[in-house]
């Protein structure tokens, strides 16, 4: 019983991706829609379903350095 159960989950989920994500994806390639944000705010949505995760705020930090060149005089 867990098994089917789970089987159904998995089934249902796939599916709901395959109709969705592959049907945005289908107008973008065929140019009847150019809009990118789009299609990515849905793969992110059904990217948080799939694997539980949040958005992480990340800062980045910029790499300062100073290269000299011995040969200038």
């Known amino acids: 019983m867990l098994i089917t159960n789970t ?3 998995l089934c249902d989920m ?6 969705n994500i592959l049907y945005h994806f ?3 390639r065929n140019v ?3 809009r990118i ?3 990515l705010s849905i793969l992110l ?3 948080k ?12 930090h910029p790499i300062y350095s100073i290269f ?3 040969n200038i005089k």
């Open 45 to 47: 949505e059904h990217q």
């Open 68 to 70: 000299h060149n011995k």
């Open 14 to 19: 796939y599916n709901e991706l395959k109709e």
């Open 26 to 28: 289908y107008l973008y």
């Open 37 to 39: 944000d789009g299609l």
């Open 7 to 9: 089987y159904d989950l």
């Open 32 to 34: 009847e829609t150019n």
């Open 49 to 60: 379903i799939i694997y539980c995760s949040e958005e992480e705020k990340v800062n980045h």
